[in-house]
């Protein structure tokens, strides 16, 4: 699901619940419940039987499961075939595969502008 080069640094399994705040480095799957806030420079995987309620900013995602409130994806967002997010959803680059479901008000978060060099003639 995620990139290999993000190694898998915390699991929360089927049937587990949890409420709170998360950050971490790396890569986290959800495949339980999680509700609360969740930020992270890393990659969040949530799980065909995972669900994520809450506030969400991290620098990429894979949904297989349902994420649902606000979200905010600073690199890439995919979401699988199993997939559903709802709520509010920032995002830079999105992947949505064919039977994946997005119901959100999508906003696009644009890249940093590299300023552009104009040629200077000499009189």
């Known amino acids: 699901m995620a990139p290999p080069q993000h190694p898998l640094t915390g699991f929360l399994g089927a049937g587990a619940v949890w409420s709170g705040d998360l950050s971490f480095e790396g890569r986290v799957r959800v495949d339980g419940t999680f509700k609360g806030r969740i930020y992270s420079e890393g ?3 949530v799980g065909v039987s995972g669900r994520v309620e809450g506030i969400v900013d991290v620098a990429e995602a894979v949904v297989a499961g ?4 606000r979200l905010r994806v600073r690199e890439h967002l995919l ?3 199993t997939g559903v997010v709802s709520g509010e ?3 830079n680059h999105m992947k ?6 997005v ?9 940093p502008r590299t300023p ?3 040629p200077v003639s000499s009189a």
């Open 43 to 45: 990659v969040l995987e």
């Open 66 to 69: 349902t994420l649902d409130g």
């Open 79 to 81: 979401v699988t075939d």
């Open 89 to 91: 959803l920032h995002v």
């Open 96 to 101: 949505v595969e064919p039977e994946g479901r």
């Open 103 to 111: 119901e959100a008000r999508i906003t696009r978060i644009l890249e």
């Open 116 to 118: 552009r060099s104009v």
